[in-house]
């Protein structure tokens, strides 16, 4: 009789017909966490002032091009700074760069003529970006970049050629040859010469009629 009563339907009670026996709980609400923006907030910088700060530097960073390696290389803008340069230069060996922002070889070139320009601070290293400087560029015969003219005092233009890395050679050749000891025994050719090509390129007034 016990091991019927055990077995029968009556004496063990299904999930469900338990589960309804039970008193009901309601389960406690969980608040919802709000995602947070991205961003910085209006009110604090805090969370994000570095974030900001990566990002100012980043964009402030100047471009290839106007990275110079010391103060003996300058950028000259006009055919006017360019003068004065190479009248300051008295008599140092002075290395011109004719460059365009653009010009892959240009870039590829530059930071091994900053190692150069530190490597030699005695010689002056002037840039010239062609494209603000098509005239004088043109009339200097300058048809390829990067190019490079050689000048020193009373001996005025020494030699000019076109370089790319792989034939930087000839640019520590060219120093070698001509960054040697020697006296000037004048004022220097090139200003003069430079100066004749201002006035050359300057506009001239159209004769009244």
Known sequence: MADVLLRSPLS???PAT??????YRPLPRVPRRRSRPEGCALTSLTPCSSRVRAVVAQTDEPQWWEKNAGPNMIDVHSTEEFISALSNAGDQLVIVEFYGTWCGSCRALFPKLCRTAVENPDIVFIKVNFDENKPMCKRLNVRVLPYFHFYRGADGQLESFSCSLAKFQKIKDAIAMHNTARCSLGPPVVVGNI????EASAPRDKPRQ
Not at 18 to 23: N, Q, R
């Open 195 to 198: 100066q004749n090509l201002l």
């Open 18 to 23: 338990f589960l309804s026996c039970l008193p």
């Open 12 to 14: 063990s009670p299904s």
